[in-house]
């Protein structure tokens, strides 16, 4: 904290430091006094997950073809029927448990049974060798499991969850134990805290648009486990970038508040020591703050406290939340230099997955994005006294962008030394309101038409860029782009909305092996939010 | 039966068999009213196991050696410590479950760690490649897990039942798993039927002696779970030829007559329609017959019903199981020809695991030996009218085997139209008494000097050679022979006695794949019954 405070005087924020210092002390002090039970809070709010039992509609032929997604279609669906290798399709993406039950023989089973199953979401995932090529991250993301069987009959519960809606079975002795037992029935345990009892009715009547809605829905409902995971798959963890899209998604949907609340509650509560928001965060098998920290997610924070209030109503929680969303400030506006300009911090700017992506405006728009919500959250509350002190800033970092960051002569934003041109760029100044109206609407089309324009690589960014063009007042774009790139992994047999999409590489992954990639990941869910929003106020 | 029935009387025996077909019908009769009734004593004798904790002695350094036990050497031992692959020793072999602790790292553990656990009853187990050669059993009795584990801190319980000393754990993502999780706690749950409290005093005195006799015990305190298994890592079976040496040990260490009675009342009411014993079977998950029928096997019935008796007093269940051991003999005398001699039976003859063995003789052996057993057990129960029918087949078979069977010149038994010599015949006709006194002893010597010999592969016939000797009035042969045997096997460091052992090829193995043998086999037990009875004689 005093690293972060000492930054603020070194940036030169003398003249309204004295009244944020004090402000953000008494911050602290409630913080500390609060903290505790904030993660109390979080546990009484646990939901109980809500169990479906599902079983396969049959087993799926999967052969190699070019024009399938990774190289991988379906060719055929028949009933089940065993054989040395296959492939059932529960019918949906789902997360959860795999059980099945054998039957014995007509001769006892005199050896262990021993089978290979993998796991996937995709056709392709469960046809891949995880081994093949390396990955950035774990190949223990690859959902496959050696089970060997000494008894029959019984049940083979498998203990850990998965996200799946293929089952591939590879039986090597199967010649060996043909007669010495039989496959009884095979279920899934599907398992969310989303309710489909309290399911908001769509009002998107484009089938085109339902079909999205439905896909970023599922996406959404099995992403919704005790608290919202980032993807069932990988990493199940609460992200605070990845919780305000998926809040947003479940007001329009499952109106889960109490899981937004039971979210914010969990990652106030783990917070670090210097009471900077934990930025993602582990539920199981106790609450536990993971180690990254990314400074264009803190700024979201206060933004997504906002958003509870206004969608639940609940004055209580965001009063309780109050002097955490304050308290960001101090780290979020810290790499602000005595210009009201991001310069350059020595923390993780997200913001996307694209190492070639100069940050420097989308962090400035993201951090006064937050200041300007948490200034808002402040008059809603009745502590704008708190914020006083700030206030300036907003103009400030606004005039600062301007001055710095717009060529006026191309009318786009443009970033870093050497002024790279790229749509987060664009996205951020508009959503931070640095350009309203026709400016704001050129600035994004501008960019999108200029040659080797950097173009987001997740859909996270491409859900802000969606938003952009909606405030800007391009709502068709906006549905136009949603239509392009969501229906692209529709297209492409998308059960649920992956964690990243690249229209021209089937391939594209963001860890170097795509068997890794999340294949539901709720900062993909964007679609059920905009579409149902934008059929409420056509 | 009828087939077996049919058989009888196409071989002629149509004088004796008026009697004993009226008897066999009484006895058929019993059994069908009794059987069921039997697997309900059975299932009422099914023993709570004694469960021990126990964790590991630290770890164990192998390293590859030509002077060790299938090429692996225990080159080190020191207090457990992290690594990307390490053996756990835990002091001794048991029968039972596995399960490890592990405490949360300095950071949180952000991907699924992925363990490779082997377990095994020697060190070259553990290093072993269980697919670097084929077996003709199954790869799955290697005892290999992929556990992959989601969450830490937590207790990682593995669900199925090994036997094992050691444990080797392999990471492959150990560096990058560095600080995120550490071992706690390793313990394994032995399990058995065998109560230390009621061990019989062991009355061996010599340490070489005591040396055997304990690796002996240990042998059958892990083979002795809910029933007496053949070995507790394969086929974890219950054998009636290996129950027999299980029983005889047993009598004479821990005395766990109930287990011995549960195990022929499951034998007996697992029997098939045509009332013919069951010669292997499971009890879990319910009590199954096995595929096998070893005619062999079958004539020990009712030796063991008998020795039960001898053992147990237990006259109520020689009695119930009496009908059985007579109805047995309608099976085992069916190869037997009108002259008394044993021709060839389309049926399993077991005697041991050597391919190239001519069985005639043995085979002509093991049924004497049960046909006068069951005589014996008649006189006992007062059932001498029952199998008075039968009586003169004993002289007989014994005429027919000295007729056909024994060479004069060479005072040796030879076996089938290639005359073999082999020990495994000399073992049986000296157990069923064709020969007695100087001509055992000369059979048995001068079998044994015959070049080219066939000598026993298995423990199991090498106990019934020890037994021979000893019958024979060889008893220091039969110690001489016992302690080099099975001292063979202690010196290679065994802590229980194998299933199969050749002194001059450490890699033997019935099954092509010395990693799937068991080295912890019930019929190989029996130096605790040979020098306990002898220490008692001497």
């Known amino acids: 904290m005093k690293r972060t405070f000492g930054m603020i005087v070194l940036l030169g924020m003398s003249l309204p430091l004295f009244g944020i210092e004090l402000t953000f002390g008494e911050a602290d002090r409630m913080i500390e006094a609060r903290k505790a039970g904030w993660l109390e809070k979080a546990k009484a709010l646990q939901p109980t997950l809500l169990h479906e039992t599902l079983t396969p509609t049959g087993i799926v032929t999967i052969a190699e073809d070019p024009s399938g997604f990774q190289g991988w279609k379906i060719t055929g669906r028949k009933p089940f029927q065993p054989a040395p290798d296959f492939v059932l399709d529960f019918g949906r993406h789902l997360t959860g448990y795999f059980r099945f039950t054998l039957k014995a023989g007509r001769r006892p089973l005199h050896f262990p049974l021993r089978l290979r199953l993998v796991f996937g979401e995709t056709p392709a995932e469960v046809m891949g060798d995880p081994d093949a090529k390396p990955t950035g991250l774990s190949r223990a993301w ?38 010495l037992f039989a496959f009884d029935g095979f279920f899934a345990d599907a398992v969310t805290s989303a309710d489909e009892r309290k399911l908001a009715p769509c009002p998107v009547r484009d089938p085109a648009e339902q079909r999205l809605d439905a896909i970023a829905r599922h996406t959404l409902r099995d992403c919704m486990q005790t608290m919202f995971e980032d993807g069932p798959k990988r990493d199940r963890r609460l992200w605070l970038g990845d919780l305000r899209l998926q809040a947003l998604a479940n007001y329009e949907t499952y109106r889960n508040r109490d899981l937004v609340k039971r979210c914010l509650y969990l990652l106030a509560g783990l917070s670090e020591k210097d009471n900077i928001v934990c930025t993602d965060a582990y539920d199981k098998p106790v609450p536990r703050a993971g180690v990254c920290r990314i400074l264009d997610y803190t700024a979201l924070f206060a933004p997504t406290v906002l958003e509870h209030l ?46 070639d992506l100069d940050k420097q405006a989308a962090e400035q728009g993201s951090i006064l994005y937050g200041l300007m919500r948490t200034i808002e959250l402040a008059n809603r509350l009745g502590h704008r006294d708190q914020t006083a002190a700030v206030e300036p800033l907003v103009e400030k970092m606004t005039a600062a962008a301007r001055r710095e960051l717009w060529d006026a002569n191309r009318r786009l934003f443009v970033s870093g030394p050497g002024k790279q041109v790229s749509m987060a760029s664009q996205i951020w100044m508009v959503l931070s309101g640095v350009v309203t109206g026709q400016e704001a609407r050129d600035c994004l089309v501008n960019a999108a038409a200029t040659p080797g324009v950097r173009k987001p690589l997740t859909p996270y960014l491409r859900n ?38 690249d229209p021209g590489d089937d391939f594209f992954s963001p860890y170097g092996n795509p068997l890794i990639n999340s294949c539901c990941h709720a900062w993909s869910c964007a679609p059920c939010y905009f579409l149902r929003r934008w059929a409420k106020t056509r």
């Open 142 to 179: 690859y959902q496959d499991e050696v089970v060997t069987i000494d008894f029959v009959p019984g049940e083979i519960a498998l203990p850990r969850r998965y996200a799946f809606r293929y089952v591939r079975c590879t039986i090597p002795e199967y010649k060996q134990a043909d007669g």
């Open 464 to 501: 802000y860029w969606i938003e952009a063009l909606d405030v800007a007042g391009l709502r068709d774009d906006a549905r136009r782009e949603l239509m392009a790139y969501w229906g692209g992994m529709a297209d492409r047999g998308a059960d649920t909305f992956w964690e990243g999409f």
């Open 310 to 355: 206004d969608a639940s109503g609940d004055r209580e929680t965001a009063e309780d939340l109050w002097p955490m969303a304050l308290r960001q400030l101090q780290y979020t506006l810290a790499p602000v230099d005595e210009d009201g300009l991001f310069r350059k911090a020595a923390v993780w700017c997200f913001i996307d997955w694209d190492r």
